[in-house]
Protein backbone atom coordinates (compact mmCIF):
# COMPACT_ATOMS: atom_id res chain seq x y z
CA UNK A 1 0.00 0.00 0.00
CA UNK A 2 2.99 2.40 0.80
CA UNK A 3 4.63 1.52 -2.51
CA UNK A 4 1.30 2.22 -4.37
CA UNK A 5 1.24 5.60 -2.74
CA UNK A 6 4.28 6.61 -4.00
CA UNK A 7 3.83 5.30 -7.49
CA UNK A 8 0.34 6.82 -7.83
CA UNK A 9 2.01 10.49 -6.64
CA UNK A 10 4.84 9.75 -8.92
CA UNK A 11 7.66 10.37 -5.98
CA UNK A 12 8.41 6.83 -7.11
CA UNK A 13 8.12 5.02 -10.84
CA UNK A 14 7.90 1.51 -11.47
CA UNK A 15 10.66 1.37 -13.72
CA UNK A 16 12.54 2.73 -10.81
CA UNK A 17 10.54 0.07 -8.18
CA UNK A 18 11.00 -3.06 -11.06
CA UNK A 19 14.66 -2.41 -11.48
CA UNK A 20 15.52 -2.73 -7.90
CA UNK A 21 13.41 -5.77 -7.35
CA UNK A 22 15.24 -7.12 -10.85
CA UNK A 23 18.64 -6.19 -9.33
CA UNK A 24 18.06 -8.16 -6.01
CA UNK A 25 16.38 -11.33 -8.02
CA UNK A 26 19.46 -11.45 -10.07
CA UNK A 27 21.94 -10.97 -7.04
CA UNK A 28 20.09 -12.10 -3.93
CA UNK A 29 17.55 -15.00 -5.78
CA UNK A 30 20.46 -17.24 -6.31
CA UNK A 31 21.63 -17.36 -2.80
CA UNK A 32 18.14 -18.21 -1.69
CA UNK A 33 17.58 -20.74 -4.40
CA UNK A 34 14.23 -18.66 -4.87
CA UNK A 35 14.30 -17.85 -8.30
CA UNK A 36 13.89 -19.99 -11.66
CA UNK A 37 13.58 -17.48 -14.42
CA UNK A 38 14.14 -13.84 -13.38
CA UNK A 39 11.86 -11.95 -16.82
CA UNK A 40 13.73 -8.62 -17.34
CA UNK A 41 12.86 -7.57 -20.28
CA UNK A 42 8.82 -8.22 -20.09
CA UNK A 43 9.04 -6.64 -16.52
CA UNK A 44 10.85 -3.44 -17.46
CA UNK A 45 8.68 -3.43 -20.73
CA UNK A 46 5.00 -3.65 -18.37
CA UNK A 47 7.07 -1.40 -15.76
CA UNK A 48 7.35 1.77 -18.54
CA UNK A 49 3.92 1.21 -19.63
CA UNK A 50 2.79 1.26 -16.00
CA UNK A 51 4.36 4.72 -15.36
CA UNK A 52 2.81 5.88 -19.14
CA UNK A 53 -0.62 5.17 -18.21
CA UNK A 54 0.17 6.87 -14.71
CA UNK A 55 1.49 9.76 -16.17
CA UNK A 56 -1.88 9.78 -18.84
CA UNK A 57 -4.39 9.97 -15.45
CA UNK A 58 -5.25 5.99 -16.36
CA UNK A 59 -4.33 4.78 -12.75
CA UNK A 60 -5.36 1.11 -12.10
CA UNK A 61 -5.67 0.83 -8.63
CA UNK A 62 -3.55 0.14 -5.82
CA UNK A 63 -1.22 -2.82 -7.54
CA UNK A 64 -0.62 -0.42 -10.80
CA UNK A 65 3.31 -0.89 -11.50
CA UNK A 66 4.12 -2.90 -8.52
CA UNK A 67 6.48 -5.49 -9.21
CA UNK A 68 5.58 -8.77 -8.04
CA UNK A 69 6.55 -12.85 -8.48
CA UNK A 70 4.70 -16.18 -9.20
CA UNK A 71 5.36 -20.02 -8.20
CA UNK A 72 6.56 -21.58 -11.07
CA UNK A 73 3.48 -23.84 -11.26
CA UNK A 74 1.87 -20.87 -12.86
CA UNK A 75 1.45 -20.69 -16.65
CA UNK A 76 3.49 -17.77 -18.35
CA UNK A 77 3.18 -17.46 -22.13
CA UNK A 78 5.80 -18.36 -23.75
CA UNK A 79 7.99 -18.55 -20.68
CA UNK A 80 9.46 -21.66 -18.93
CA UNK A 81 7.09 -22.96 -16.73
CA UNK A 82 8.99 -25.68 -14.60
CA UNK A 83 6.64 -27.26 -12.27
CA UNK A 84 10.36 -27.57 -9.76
CA UNK A 85 10.95 -30.22 -11.78
CA UNK A 86 14.37 -31.37 -13.83
CA UNK A 87 12.15 -33.25 -16.49
CA UNK A 88 9.70 -30.27 -16.95
CA UNK A 89 12.99 -27.55 -17.12
CA UNK A 90 11.90 -26.57 -21.01
CA UNK A 91 8.09 -26.69 -20.38
CA UNK A 92 6.88 -23.36 -22.52
CA UNK A 93 2.90 -23.09 -22.57
CA UNK A 94 1.08 -20.45 -24.76
CA UNK A 95 -1.24 -19.08 -22.63
CA UNK A 96 -1.09 -17.50 -18.82
CA UNK A 97 -2.79 -18.18 -16.27
CA UNK A 98 -5.56 -16.81 -15.43
CA UNK A 99 -4.49 -15.65 -11.95
CA UNK A 100 -1.12 -13.86 -13.93
CA UNK A 101 -4.04 -12.48 -16.41
CA UNK A 102 -6.25 -10.84 -13.36
CA UNK A 103 -2.58 -9.22 -11.76
CA UNK A 104 -1.93 -7.89 -15.63
CA UNK A 105 -4.90 -6.15 -15.87
CA UNK A 106 -4.53 -4.52 -12.38
CA UNK A 107 -1.45 -2.94 -13.56
CA UNK A 108 1.03 -5.41 -11.57
CA UNK A 109 4.39 -6.29 -13.15
CA UNK A 110 5.85 -9.81 -13.47
CA UNK A 111 9.14 -9.63 -12.76
CA UNK A 112 9.98 -14.07 -12.06
CA UNK A 113 9.05 -17.21 -12.15
CA UNK A 114 10.15 -18.07 -8.12
CA UNK A 115 10.59 -21.90 -6.95
CA UNK A 116 9.69 -24.39 -5.46
CA UNK A 117 9.80 -28.13 -4.66
CA UNK A 118 8.82 -30.34 -7.73
CA UNK A 119 5.49 -31.12 -8.32
CA UNK A 120 4.55 -29.26 -5.53
CA UNK A 121 5.17 -32.11 -3.22
CA UNK A 122 3.20 -34.74 -5.88
CA UNK A 123 6.39 -37.63 -6.06
CA UNK A 124 6.04 -36.99 -1.90
CA UNK A 125 8.47 -35.39 1.06
CA UNK A 126 10.90 -37.78 2.05
CA UNK A 127 12.94 -35.38 0.26
CA UNK A 128 10.56 -31.67 0.88
CA UNK A 129 12.88 -29.94 0.12
CA UNK A 130 13.62 -31.40 -3.83
CA UNK A 131 13.96 -28.61 -6.66
CA UNK A 132 16.69 -28.39 -9.53
CA UNK A 133 17.34 -25.07 -8.11
CA UNK A 134 18.56 -26.90 -4.50
CA UNK A 135 16.46 -26.03 -1.36
CA UNK A 136 14.87 -22.57 -0.96
CA UNK A 137 16.76 -21.11 1.77
CA UNK A 138 15.07 -18.96 4.51
CA UNK A 139 16.83 -15.69 3.96
CA UNK A 140 17.10 -15.29 8.27
CA UNK A 141 19.53 -18.02 8.43
CA UNK A 142 20.36 -19.66 5.13
CA UNK A 143 21.50 -22.83 7.24
CA UNK A 144 17.60 -23.74 7.51
CA UNK A 145 14.68 -24.34 4.70
CA UNK A 146 12.42 -22.17 3.35
CA UNK A 147 9.21 -24.02 3.67
CA UNK A 148 7.39 -25.94 1.13
CA UNK A 149 6.21 -26.27 -1.62
CA UNK A 150 5.92 -21.87 -2.07
CA UNK A 151 9.71 -22.06 -1.42
CA UNK A 152 10.89 -19.48 -3.64
CA UNK A 153 7.67 -16.90 -2.66
CA UNK A 154 8.27 -17.12 0.60
CA UNK A 155 12.01 -16.50 0.33
CA UNK A 156 11.50 -13.73 -2.13
CA UNK A 157 9.33 -11.70 0.00
CA UNK A 158 10.94 -12.08 2.73
CA UNK A 159 14.17 -10.98 1.25
CA UNK A 160 12.56 -8.05 -0.08
CA UNK A 161 13.18 -9.58 -3.67
CA UNK A 162 9.65 -8.79 -4.89
CA UNK A 163 6.93 -6.81 -2.48
CA UNK A 164 4.60 -9.84 -3.46
CA UNK A 165 4.04 -13.37 -4.55
CA UNK A 166 1.95 -15.97 -5.59
CA UNK A 167 1.85 -19.45 -4.14
CA UNK A 168 -0.35 -22.37 -4.34
CA UNK A 169 -1.56 -24.17 -1.10
CA UNK A 170 -2.31 -28.12 -1.01
CA UNK A 171 -1.87 -29.07 1.96
CA UNK A 172 0.20 -26.38 4.03
CA UNK A 173 2.47 -24.78 0.92
CA UNK A 174 1.69 -21.18 1.70
CA UNK A 175 1.41 -21.02 4.95
CA UNK A 176 4.23 -23.26 5.91
CA UNK A 177 6.51 -21.22 3.49
CA UNK A 178 5.25 -18.24 4.99
CA UNK A 179 6.05 -19.34 8.84
CA UNK A 180 8.90 -20.43 8.07
CA UNK A 181 9.94 -17.01 6.32
CA UNK A 182 8.30 -15.09 8.96
CA UNK A 183 5.69 -13.34 5.82
CA UNK A 184 1.96 -13.39 5.44
CA UNK A 185 0.10 -15.94 3.68
CA UNK A 186 -3.19 -15.83 2.28
CA UNK A 187 -4.82 -19.40 2.05
CA UNK A 188 -8.32 -18.36 0.16
CA UNK A 189 -11.51 -20.08 0.50
CA UNK A 190 -11.67 -23.29 -1.79
CA UNK A 191 -12.82 -22.39 -5.24
CA UNK A 192 -12.09 -18.22 -4.69
CA UNK A 193 -9.38 -18.15 -6.72
CA UNK A 194 -9.44 -19.24 -10.45
CA UNK A 195 -6.10 -22.16 -10.71
CA UNK A 196 -6.65 -21.82 -14.26
CA UNK A 197 -3.28 -22.51 -15.76
CA UNK A 198 -1.68 -23.72 -12.53
CA UNK A 199 -0.03 -26.96 -12.04
CA UNK A 200 -2.95 -29.63 -10.26
CA UNK A 201 -2.09 -31.89 -7.75
CA UNK A 202 -5.77 -32.36 -6.03
CA UNK A 203 -8.55 -31.13 -7.75
CA UNK A 204 -10.68 -31.14 -4.41
CA UNK A 205 -7.50 -29.34 -2.92
CA UNK A 206 -5.73 -27.07 -4.82
CA UNK A 207 -6.09 -23.44 -4.28
CA UNK A 208 -3.71 -20.44 -5.15
CA UNK A 209 -3.18 -17.26 -2.55
CA UNK A 210 -0.68 -14.16 -1.73
CA UNK A 211 2.17 -13.82 0.08
CA UNK A 212 3.08 -10.85 1.59
CA UNK A 213 4.86 -8.18 3.93
CA UNK A 214 1.46 -7.93 5.86
CA UNK A 215 -2.22 -9.29 6.24
CA UNK A 216 -3.10 -5.38 4.03
CA UNK A 217 -1.15 -6.91 1.62
CA UNK A 218 -2.35 -9.88 1.09
CA UNK A 219 -5.90 -8.44 0.90
CA UNK A 220 -4.96 -6.18 -1.81
CA UNK A 221 -3.36 -8.98 -4.06
CA UNK A 222 -7.02 -10.87 -3.17
CA UNK A 223 -9.11 -8.39 -4.22
CA UNK A 224 -7.38 -8.32 -7.58
CA UNK A 225 -7.18 -12.09 -7.86
CA UNK A 226 -10.41 -13.76 -6.54
CA UNK A 227 -14.15 -14.27 -8.47
CA UNK A 228 -15.49 -16.81 -10.87
CA UNK A 229 -13.69 -18.09 -14.18
CA UNK A 230 -15.16 -19.87 -17.09
CA UNK A 231 -12.25 -21.11 -17.95
Known amino acids: RELAARIQ ?19 LGGKLNAVVTVMRASALSEAREADAEIRAGRYRGV ?3 IPY ?5 LATQGVPTTWGAEPYRNQVFDH ?3 VVN ?12 LAM ?11 ADA ?5 GLTPWNTAFWSGGSSSGPGAAVAAGLVPFAIGSETSGSILTPSAFCGVTGLRPTYGLVSRHGAMAL ?17 ALVLAAIAGADPL
Open 117 to 127: VELAGGMGYNH
Open 63 to 65: LHG
Open 9 to 27: SRKLSSVELTEQCLVRLET
Open 69 to 73: GVKDL
Open 131 to 135: SFTGP
Open 96 to 98: DAT
Open 202 to 218: SWTLDKLGPMGRTADDC
Open 102 to 113: KLRQAGAVLCAK
